[in-house]
Each structure stands twice: as structure tokens, then as C-alpha cells.
């Protein structure tokens, strides 16, 4: 449970960071909260040369409003997410859902750009933003770029987030006056969801469901055409391929997907 040996870099800018990201390429990872990165280096599942420490950037640190999206820092963290006005208002899907990760000690550490960033389809708030129609801000040494949510995470644990690029900010479309909903069911508090439902208007993610944060198109359509949220839930599974476990096969999972949706859409007061 001790990391391969690294150099530390702590960057005090944005700037600063990219120019070390350039410099080191595959072999330099950034670390802000640290969940996800340091139990991989501990394991030596990762063993990166240099670690580049963004936790003081408070430029990546703020949630405003744009016109009609809300724009949120990568650095951002969940206790921040959970406590913030403009997303009770705009994105209140969003600040329910990160004051259910982990405990307070995570929420108080992990950031929403690291949880995007690691892929990890376990994690809530990927599967938040893919409902809720985001779009991802990253820089690099050729500038900025946009990538929707649904374009973003590529498979398990994979993004098309380049070696020198940083996550900067991650854009959702004011959700005001939608119903709404979060559901999520675990064996223990605190752990990882074995599946979880988020629901924005007609919109509805699935956590842990794939190898990726999923919709669920299948029950979308329905709610579309004038489905009941009964008869759209029972949509919920289709096209999805949940991870068999020994604490949870896939058919569980599947079952748990359309109850979990079913109780989301009811009380979003969808249909």
C-alpha cells in the first residue's frame, strides 16, 4: 500500500499546470482531492513520474451564471456543489447529488472535476451531468475546447481528455422549474451505488449500469410519446449492459434499474 516513488509539483496556476502537463506528458497526473488517484498509486496501478497538484487554483474554484447556464469550476467541491444558491435554483439535481457522495470528509475534498474526469461509472455526478445535458470545458496548449457530456466518457475510466489537457469547467443548461429527482441504492452508507437514477425533466441517467454513465433512452422515448412514468420505467434496462459482481449480478441490477426509475420519475412528478 506504498506508491511507487514521484516527484510533486504544485502548480499555483492554470498555466503553471499545463506547462507541466506539457512537459511530462503520460507520465504526469494532477491530483486535487486525491480520491481516485491516490488509492491507484497505492495499489500501483498507476505509478505516474510526477504529481501535479491543482488543489490551490482558485481560479477553477466557483459556480456562476451565464445567461442561461450555469457554469461550475472544475475544482469545485462537493460541499460547495451541495451548499451553493445558484445551483439550488439552476441545477438542483446537481446539489442533492453531491451531498450524497461519500461523507463529509470526501465531500469536503473530492471535486466535481475529478469525479468527471476519473470515469469512473460507479460515481454519481457523471451520470447527473450526462442527464442533465452538460457540456465539458478543457484546456491544453492549443487552447480551449467544448466536449458534451454524452461524447465524453468513452468507456471505463477513459476520456478524450489528452495527456496535457486540464478539465476547467463543466456547463449545464439552467434546469429551473423541472422536476427532479435523485435515487440510488447501496449496501452500506457511503459506499458506491450498485445503481443509481438521476431525473431531470424527461431526462434520465443511470449510474453503474455499463462501463459508462448511461440515458436511459429506451424509457426517455416513452416519456416522449406520452408514456405513464410506470410504463417508462420498465424501459429503464434496455440497451444497457451492468456489471455482474458478487454482491450484485446483472439482473438485479436491471430490476433495481426500473424500481429505482420508476420511484425518480414519481417524485420528479414526471408523467
Do not use: C
Not at 41 to 52: C, G, I, Q, S, Y
Not at 83 to 90: G, N, S
Not at 129 to 156: C, D, H, K, M, N
Not at 221 to 240: F, H, K, P, S, V
Request: glycine letters at 10%.
Amino acid at each position: 500500500m506504498i506508491p511507487a516513488e514521484f516527484a510533486y509539483r504544485r502548480a499555483a496556476t492554470v498555466d503553471e499546470a499545463l506547462a507541466v502537463l506539457a512537459e511530462h506528458g503520460d507520465e504526469a497526473k494532477l491530483i486535487a482531492g486525491g480520491h481516485s488517484l491516490l488509492p491507484l498509486m497505492k495499489l500501483r496501478f498507476a505509478a505516474p513520474e510526477v504529481v501535479v497538484d491543482i488543489a490551490a487554483l482558485t481560479e477553477l474554484k466557483f459556480v456562476r451564471l451565464e445567461g442561461d447556464e450555469v457554469v461550475i469550476g472544475a475544482l469545485s467541491r462537493h460541499h460547495d456543489l451541495q451548499q451553493d444558491p445558484v445551483l439550488a435554483e439552476h441545477a438542483p439535481l446537481l446539489a442533492h447529488a453531491a451531498g450524497t457522495v461519500g461523507d463529509p470528509q470526501v465531500r469536503h475534498r473530492g471535486t466535481i472535476g475529478g469525479s468527471l474526469a476519473h470515469a469512473d461509472a460507479a460515481a454519481d455526478l457523471p451520470a447527473v451531468v450526462l442527464a442533465a445535458g452538460g457540456t465539458l470545458v478543457a484546456r491544453g496548449p492549443s487552447g480551449q475546447r467544448r466536449i458534451p457530456a454524452a461524447e465524453f466518457f468513452l468507456g471505463p475510466f477513459t476520456t478524450p481528455l489528452e495527456p496535457d489537457e486540464l478539465l476547467t469547467e463543466i456547463r449545464l443548461p439552467s434546469q429551473a422549474g423541472l422536476g427532479w429527482a435523485f435515487e440510488k441504492f447501496t449496501r452500506r452508507a457511503m459506499d458506491w451505488a450498485i445503481v443509481g437514477v438521476a431525473v431531470t425533466g424527461h431526462a434520465v441517467g443511470l449510474v453503474n449500469m455499463g462501463g459508462t454513465p448511461l440515458r436511459a433512452g429506451a424509457t426517455e422515448r416513452a416519456l416522449a410519446e406520452g408514456a405513464t412514468a410506470a410504463d417508462a420505467a420498465r424501459l429503464a434496462d434496455e440497451g444497457t449492459s451492468p456489471p455482474e459482481e458478487p454482491h450484485a449480478s446483472a439482473d438485479y441490477r436491471r430490476h433495481l434499474a426500473r424500481v429505482l426509475t420508476g420511484r425518480a420519475l414519481l417524485r420528479a412528478g414526471v408523467a
